[in-house]
């Protein structure tokens, strides 16, 4: 016999009270326990006490010998649980983080955003309707959130012209993700025209304008304080389902 040390589930069984097995567990009854361990660890998907009782010989006391079980794995990397009347191993709650992974989900950008793109990194400053008007086609405001979104482009300030508009330029990130120096690191016309990605009859006075992504506000500029931005970025999270034209 044992002191006041041991637990006893409804069957009288004792149980150390650390939850590790004990040798004072009957053999039928620690085989029982070994044989529910294996159908559980090998099963896929969570085991019903009538699923499990049609596996064992003989009667069993599923709940008591899963109580067993549960109170065994209590303090270990995974631990027995119930959900919806099954039971099935998951991993400790507090070990979880263990077996996360940080995954990066790349989307291809659409021909209109990689456009646009260009536009804001060539143009900086450029409000949307310059944009509009270098494309040719009206620009969705969900195109320009997919950039604000991958940090490529930012707000800049507030165009001093009616309507006050505002201004994009590129960001730090879309130097690093494009591998450049500093903006001024873009292909100017001659490498363009090069890699062919200018057409071979460029019209008289065609030119590519000096990037330049400078921090400091232009003169027709002015600053947008940090609770517009706020709103401008909730305001275009609603806008997203937009297209271009």
């Known amino acids: ?61 599923i709940p008591a010998v899963i109580s067993d079980l549960q109170r065994v794995y209590a303090t270990r990397g995974v631990n027995l ?33 990689l456009e646009t793109l260009a536009i804001i990194a060539y143009h900086q400053p450029v409000t949307r309707a310059e944009i509009e ?18 940090e490529w482009i930012r707000m800049r300030g507030r165009r001093r012209t009616p309507g006050r508009p505002v201004t994009y330029g590129t960001t730090d990130a879309f130097l690093e993700h494009f591998m450049l120096a500093s903006v001024s690191d873009l292909p100017g016309l001659e490498e363009l025209r090069g890699t062919g ?13 000096v990037p330049d992504d400078s921090r400091e506000l232009r003169a ?8 517009e931005l706020f709103d401008l970025m909730a305001e275009g999270s609603e806008t997203t389902d937009d297209h271009d034209s």
Do not use: C
């Not at 191993?89 to 291809?108: C, G, K, N, P």
């Open 220 to 227: 027709e500029e002015d600053p947008i304080d940090e609770t």
């Open 197 to 209: 990605l200018l057409d071979s009859a460029i019209p008289a006075g065609f030119s590519v304008p």
């Open 133 to 150: 008007e270098i494309r040719g086609v009206s620009t969705s405001r969900g195109t320009i959130d997919v950039l604000l979104e991958t």
């Open 81 to 113: 649980v119930e959900i919806a009347g099954k039971w099935g191993f998951r991993t400790a709650e507090d070990l979880s983080y263990l077996l996360s992974r940080e995954q990066v989900d790349e989307r291809r950008l659409s021909r209109a955003a």
């Open 1 to 61: 016999m044992r002191g006041n040390d041991e637990d006893h589930d409804g069957s009288g069984s004792p149980v150390d009270a650390d939850g590790t097995e004990s040798d004072l567990f009957p053999a039928e009854r620690f085989s029982a326990m070994r044989m529910i361990e294996a159908l559980l660890f090998a099963s896929r998907d969570m085991l019903g006490a009538d699923e499990i009782a049609a596996r064992l010989p003989g009667k069993t006391d």
